[in-house]
């Protein structure tokens, strides 16, 4: 079996070369880029199961390649960089990120992160690709939903994890520490503030009113519930 690979992109070698090694320790493949460009030619002769991005590249802003990465192609995406702003993390989170790490990291937190994300697509991979409720097909194959004219919209794999949580769990209260323990990441205000502009967006796509949503309901210091009836596959 094909070990995982993980993509570095990172303007400073030192971390490239300290990730590079811990990460081939664990047994994953690696490659190392010092510049965007470098890794988007990369990106079209491999597919990387994971991609480690720092902000602060010499050649391309940080966030933008986040997006890309991570709606367009569906890639996890964590990012790695030195802004510790409760603004920046929140900011990468709701472009798609899957994970937002702060420099200076310990190697194996970066490691344990990695896993924790592989092991949530090992679940995905194992369940239905397909979902219908209330109207609605959503595709985790391809990260788009469907409404019932065939009108398809795209969602972020950040996005998608967390609307398959919901379909997974219909009915049923999910609370914040629920999503937390299931989706990854640290627990904390960016965290929190991340869900709810993942839930806001899925609500937009998915045609709510926000100010009474018949699917997805929040319940005031408790958490969220979907209302829809889900079919998979």
């Not at 995406?77 to 920046?88: E, K, L, N, P, Y």
């Amino acid at each position: 079996m094909t070990s995982p690979l993980v993509t570095i992109l990172d303007d400073e070698p030192a971390i490239r070369e300290m990730l590079a090694e811990a990460l081939a320790e664990a047994g994953f493949r690696t490659l190392s880029f010092g510049r965007a460009t470098e890794f988007e030619a990369a990106l079209r002769r491999a597919t990387p199961d994971v991609c480690l991005v720092d902000l602060g590249l010499p050649d391309r802003d940080g966030l933008t390649l986040v997006h890309r990465l991570a709606l367009e192609q569906g890639a996890t995406v964590i990012i790695i960089s030195g802004r510790a702003q409760v603004q920046d993390r929140v900011t990468g989170l709701e472009l798609g990120a899957d994970d937002y790490i702060i420099k200076p990291f310990d190697p194996a937190e970066v490691v344990a992160r990695i896993r924790a994300r592989l092991r949530g697509r090992a679940r995905a991979a194992t369940s239905s690709d397909t979902a219908r409720f209330n109207g609605w097909t959503a595709h985790f194959d391809r990260y788009m939903l469907e409404d019932d004219t065939g009108a398809e919209t795209a969602f972020s794999h950040a996005e998608g994890e967390v609307l398959r949580l919901f379909l997974e769990s219909p009915k049923r209260l999910i609370s914040r520490t629920h999503m937390q323990e299931s989706l990854g990441g640290a627990a904390g205000e960016s965290f929190d503030r991340a869900m709810d502009v993942r839930i806001s967006r899925l609500r937009t796509k998915l045609r709510e009113d926000p100010k009474n949503p018949r699917l997805i309901k929040t319940i005031y210091g408790a958490g969220y519930i979907f209302l829809g009836d889900v079919n998979w596959g």
